[in-house]
């Protein structure tokens, strides 16, 4: 099997050395064997369990979420619908974001329309932003 320094883990995984630490720290990765020095030696398993937690943060899991699903790998003959379910709701949590996106796109869409250039002073985007400011809104529907 082969061992690698926290250097080389952080350089396989694209992981910081202090969140790889920190994750140790958490419980999320095993304790590493030690060298003759003191210095953290990781395998193969630190390696796939880091790609594991990296992988599931890009996806955009939720800490407790990425805990909860790294306590079901730990046991791989438990049935997944506690994974299913944890990954549902970060489809309904990915829906929500990208419906409150949409509708920040159609208000800056909106924005640029009612904007033509000219003056600063007469410019549509500079007022509609000066309006929210000042805890009014010039769209309706907002404030």
Not at 57 to 79: H, N, Q, S
């Amino acid at each position: 099997m082969r061992q690698m320094g926290i250097g080389d883990l952080s350089r396989l995984t694209g992981v910081k050395p202090t969140t790889i630490r920190w994750y140790e720290a958490e419980g999320w990765l095993p304790p590493p064997a030690r060298t003759e020095g003191g210095h953290r030696s990781y395998g193969e398993a630190h390696l796939r369990r880091l790609g594991f937690i990296r992988h599931s943060r890009e996806l955009g899991f939720p800490m407790a979420d990425i805990r909860a699903l790294l306590a079901l790998a730990d046991r791989p003959r438990d049935e997944c619908s506690a994974a299913h379910a944890i990954a549902t709701a970060q489809i309904a949590e990915i829906d929500a974001r990208l419906r409150r996106l949409q509708a920040l796109r159609s208000e800056l869409e909106r924005m640029a329309q009612g904007c033509e250039g000219g003056q600063v002073g007469e410019c549509r985007i500079i007022e509609t932003l000066s309006d929210f400011a000042h805890g009014h809104c010039a769209h309706p529907g907002h404030g």
